[in-house]
């Protein structure tokens, strides 16, 4: 079983920069793929950056270039770095995991979730 504790999110102007968090417990990250998603209200959850165990990484078009995801298996988080925020990245975050070495990219296929963390860019 793992638990996972996003923080890191919170109110920035566009063109801003946060980095969100997660953070693991009950397993280490080392034979896990973390996914980051978020979701708007009204709208489905989306993918935006995957990461597998071994460092393969995978992003949505629409954050190719501003965002970059991580792992430190050390400490067992998870990191989404997030650079030149737009009013439209607007959404709660959720890191995900599961297990498996290679990299992961469909929500259905991630088995543990964490509870989200609010991102708001203001315009």
């Known amino acids: 079983q793992v638990q996972l504790v996003e923080s890191g999110g919170g109110l920035v102007q566009a063109g801003g920069s946060l980095r969100l968090s997660c953070a693991a417990s009950?397993?280490?990250?080392?034979?896990?793929?973390v996914g980051w998603f978020r979701q708007a209200p009204g709208k489905e959850r989306e993918s935006v950056a995957s990461?597998?165990?071994?460092?393969?990484?995978a992003y949505a078009d629409s954050v190719k270039g501003r965002f970059t995801i991580s792992m430190d298996n050390a400490n067992n988080t998870a990191y989404l770095q997030m650079n030149s925020l737009k009013p439209e990245d607007t959404a709660a975050y959720y890191c995900?995991?599961?297990?498996?070495?290679?990299?992961?990219?469909?929500?259905?296929?991630?088995?543990?979730w964490g509870q989200g963390t609010q991102v708001t860019v203001s315009s």
């Open positions: 995900a995991a599961a297990l498996g070495s290679g990299i992961v990219l469909r929500k259905q296929d991630f088995t543990y």
């Open positions: 009950g397993r280490t990250f080392s034979s896990y793929a």
């Open positions: 990461i597998s165990w071994s460092g393969l990484r």
